[in-house]
């Protein structure tokens, strides 16, 4: 069975735009793939962040993941700080990977030009990235396209370890599993769906909420009166359908919106109720695991105990290879 790795940042709550763009697919291929899922704190600290409010953040987005379906019996659900191994195999990673490399990163180049002080840890997040996934000779790696390079880097320095230290053990290199869920927009059409730009739907919030938050919501911008024909295909709102809706509503929904048979309340209307049905039970799990708040941590702590199984191991070869002195060694 392949071995799937992926991670995501503790940016709290989860919204649809993560949910759609990666954890629906996660929670599939936990029925078909060996798989790790983490919370990546480490990755998180790389730009400015309030320490108050990470630790919450962490458990949020961990009940989120429960609660739209990952499953601890299935799938290795932890936080990433948990497994020190991460760190650890970061700074050997660290040694063979070309500074070059990193500083061509377009990542890289956005975050360091919004920031005044450019932290080395921002410089190698995806040296930390590549540990994430080589840790546990993972071979498939879920991301959306921003995270190709990320995701090339990771093989060269997967080959570049290899050619240097291996000797009957050697890292795979893995390759990206890019989803085909198209990616959605802000509720204002604009930006990408993004917690700090304050335009998402969040995966828990109230039927009420849901539809107060899509009335309003662009849509095909082309589109002023209800008589005007629209065009799906530009409309934000059309693609959350696809993300909720059954094939054949999609298709009567475009059709009805390229005649102008339906106005865009409409079209709003359908995608509620579907959003609704699909959020509820989401909704109800998530205040289940929050009336325990033990039993996150819990599922946390035996997840973490999982991989950090699997990453003693794979750092005793890494070690051994690189020449450190083992402890236990005579
Ligand atoms: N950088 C990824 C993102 O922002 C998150 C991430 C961290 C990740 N480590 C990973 C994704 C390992 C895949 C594999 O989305």
Redesign the pocket.
């Known amino acids: 069975m392949a071995r799937v ?5 503790p940016s709290g709550e989860l919204h649809i735009g993560n949910y759609l763009g990666a954890v629906e697919n996660w929670v599939r291929l936990q029925h078909q793939h060996d798989c790790l899922f ?1 919370v ?1 704190d480490l ?1 998180a600290i790389t730009q400015a962040y309030d320490p108050a409010t990470l630790s919450q953040r962490t458990i949020d987005m961990a009940v989120g993941l429960f609660a739209s379906g990952l499953d601890s019996e299935r799938a290795i659900v932890f936080v990433q700080s948990h497994v020190p191994e991460h760190a650890e195999l970061n700074w050997l990673l660290n040694t063979v990977t070309p500074l070059g490399e990193l500083e061509r990163q377009t990542q890289f180049k956005d975050k360091a030009q919004r920031q005044e002080s450019v932290p080395a840890g921002l410089l190698n ?1 995806p040296v ?2 590549a540990a ?2 080589l840790l546990y000779e993972a071979t498939l ?1 879920p ?2 396209e ?2 190709l390079q ?1 995701l090339e880097l990771m093989r060269e320095i997967a080959r570049r370890w290899n050619s240097r230290f291996a000797d009957g053990f050697t890292f795979p290199e893995p390759q990206a599993l890019l989803s085909t869920a198209k990616r959605v927009l802000g509720l204002d059409g604009q930006a990408k769906m993004s917690k700090s730009l304050g335009n998402t739907i969040g995966l828990f919030e109230s039927p009420e909420t849901i539809w107060e938050k899509l009335k309003p919501a662009a849509t095909d911008p082309a589109r002023v009166t209800r008589k005007d024909p629209g065009n799906p295909d530009v409309c934000n709102i059309f693609t959350i359908h696809q993300g909720f809706s059954p094939p054949d509503t999609i298709k009567l929904v475009a059709h009805n919106c390229r005649t102008a048979g339906w106005g865009c309340l409409d079209c709003k209307r359908v995608l509620a109720d579907n959003m609704i049905a699909a959020l509820t039970p989401i909704r109800e799990r998530a205040e289940a695991l929050r009336a325990k708040p033990r039993t996150v941590t819990d599922l946390l702590r035996g997840g973490a105990a999982k991989a950090r199984a699997i990453a003693r191991r794979t750092m005793g070869q890494v070690r051994r290879r690189m020449g450190l002195l083992g402890e236990a060694d005579g």
Not at 5 to 9: E, K
């Open positions: 790795f992926s991670g995501i940042q983490s990546v990755h997040y930390l990235q994430d996934v790696v991301v959306g921003d995270q990320h």
